[in-house]
Protein backbone atom coordinates (compact mmCIF):
# COMPACT_ATOMS: atom_id res chain seq x y z
CA UNK A 1 0.00 0.00 0.00
CA UNK A 2 1.42 3.48 -0.84
CA UNK A 3 1.17 5.76 1.73
CA UNK A 4 2.88 9.39 1.29
CA UNK A 5 3.50 10.79 5.29
CA UNK A 6 3.90 14.37 5.62
CA UNK A 7 5.34 15.92 8.86
CA UNK A 8 7.08 18.84 10.25
CA UNK A 9 3.91 22.04 10.11
CA UNK A 10 3.24 24.08 13.49
CA UNK A 11 2.35 27.03 14.85
CA UNK A 12 4.91 30.12 13.94
CA UNK A 13 5.05 34.15 13.52
CA UNK A 14 5.09 35.90 10.22
CA UNK A 15 7.99 36.04 8.68
CA UNK A 16 8.94 32.34 10.30
CA UNK A 17 10.37 29.31 8.09
CA UNK A 18 9.11 25.92 8.42
CA UNK A 19 10.41 23.04 6.35
CA UNK A 20 7.34 20.18 5.67
CA UNK A 21 8.89 16.56 4.59
CA UNK A 22 6.80 13.99 3.49
CA UNK A 23 8.46 10.39 3.25
CA UNK A 24 7.46 8.04 0.41
CA UNK A 25 7.80 4.46 -0.27
CA UNK A 26 11.02 4.38 -2.27
CA UNK A 27 8.87 3.09 -5.80
CA UNK A 28 7.19 6.51 -5.26
CA UNK A 29 10.11 8.79 -4.89
CA UNK A 30 12.20 7.13 -8.13
CA UNK A 31 9.32 6.80 -10.36
CA UNK A 32 6.44 9.85 -9.80
CA UNK A 33 6.40 13.14 -9.37
CA UNK A 34 6.09 15.05 -6.31
CA UNK A 35 3.45 18.10 -5.10
CA UNK A 36 2.51 20.11 -2.13
CA UNK A 37 -1.16 21.91 -2.32
CA UNK A 38 -2.70 23.41 0.28
CA UNK A 39 -6.32 23.87 1.49
CA UNK A 40 -7.55 26.78 3.92
CA UNK A 41 -10.87 26.40 5.51
CA UNK A 42 -13.89 27.21 3.55
CA UNK A 43 -11.59 27.01 0.42
CA UNK A 44 -10.78 24.90 -2.40
CA UNK A 45 -7.11 22.63 -2.48
CA UNK A 46 -4.70 24.71 -4.03
CA UNK A 47 -1.20 24.08 -5.56
CA UNK A 48 2.18 24.80 -4.52
CA UNK A 49 4.89 23.46 -5.71
CA UNK A 50 5.65 20.60 -7.66
CA UNK A 51 8.56 18.56 -8.72
CA UNK A 52 9.40 16.36 -11.62
CA UNK A 53 11.43 12.73 -10.92
CA UNK A 54 14.05 14.91 -13.24
CA UNK A 55 14.02 17.96 -10.73
CA UNK A 56 12.10 20.29 -12.43
CA UNK A 57 10.14 22.31 -10.56
CA UNK A 58 7.34 24.86 -10.81
CA UNK A 59 5.31 26.84 -8.34
CA UNK A 60 1.95 29.19 -7.45
CA UNK A 61 2.24 32.46 -7.79
CA UNK A 62 1.51 33.17 -4.29
CA UNK A 63 4.90 30.95 -3.03
CA UNK A 64 7.28 31.73 -5.61
CA UNK A 65 10.50 33.40 -4.31
CA UNK A 66 9.03 31.98 -0.57
CA UNK A 67 8.90 27.84 -0.91
CA UNK A 68 11.24 25.66 -2.55
CA UNK A 69 10.13 21.82 -3.22
CA UNK A 70 13.13 19.00 -2.86
CA UNK A 71 13.47 15.61 -3.28
CA UNK A 72 15.66 13.34 -1.61
CA UNK A 73 15.82 9.91 -3.50
CA UNK A 74 18.12 8.46 -1.14
CA UNK A 75 15.99 9.75 1.87
CA UNK A 76 13.08 8.93 -0.27
CA UNK A 77 11.40 11.95 1.09
CA UNK A 78 10.78 15.22 -0.55
CA UNK A 79 10.32 18.60 0.89
CA UNK A 80 8.88 21.89 1.13
CA UNK A 81 11.24 24.54 2.97
CA UNK A 82 8.85 27.94 3.38
CA UNK A 83 10.56 30.74 4.38
CA UNK A 84 8.85 34.34 5.05
CA UNK A 85 5.59 33.03 5.89
CA UNK A 86 2.85 34.99 6.26
CA UNK A 87 -0.42 34.39 7.83
CA UNK A 88 -2.62 33.77 4.01
CA UNK A 89 0.05 30.98 4.00
CA UNK A 90 -2.17 29.35 7.02
CA UNK A 91 -3.81 25.98 5.94
CA UNK A 92 -3.32 22.04 6.05
CA UNK A 93 -0.75 20.73 3.52
CA UNK A 94 -0.82 17.70 1.61
CA UNK A 95 1.59 16.08 -0.14
CA UNK A 96 0.71 14.39 -3.41
CA UNK A 97 2.08 11.69 -6.46
CA UNK A 98 1.60 11.44 -9.68
CA UNK A 99 2.87 10.13 -13.15
CA UNK A 100 1.27 13.51 -15.20
CA UNK A 101 2.60 16.98 -14.40
CA UNK A 102 0.37 19.26 -13.19
CA UNK A 103 -1.07 21.52 -10.99
CA UNK A 104 -4.77 20.17 -10.26
CA UNK A 105 -5.34 17.81 -7.66
CA UNK A 106 -7.37 15.60 -10.13
CA UNK A 107 -3.44 14.60 -11.82
CA UNK A 108 -2.21 13.03 -8.67
CA UNK A 109 -3.07 9.57 -7.48
CA UNK A 110 -1.57 9.13 -3.96
CA UNK A 111 -2.34 12.25 -1.33
CA UNK A 112 -0.78 11.82 2.54
CA UNK A 113 -3.25 12.76 5.39
CA UNK A 114 -1.93 16.42 5.75
CA UNK A 115 0.31 18.73 8.05
CA UNK A 116 -1.35 21.54 9.41
CA UNK A 117 0.80 25.03 9.46
CA UNK A 118 -0.46 28.20 11.27
CA UNK A 119 0.97 31.46 10.84
CA UNK A 120 0.08 34.05 13.01
CA UNK A 121 0.54 38.02 12.42
Known amino acids: QVQLVESGGGLVQAGDSLRLSCAASSFIVRNYGMAWFRQAPGKEREFAAQISRTGITSYADSVKGRFTISRDNAKNTAYLQMNSLKPEDTATYYC???????????????WGQGTQVTVSS
Open 96 to 110: AAGTVWGTTPSVYTY
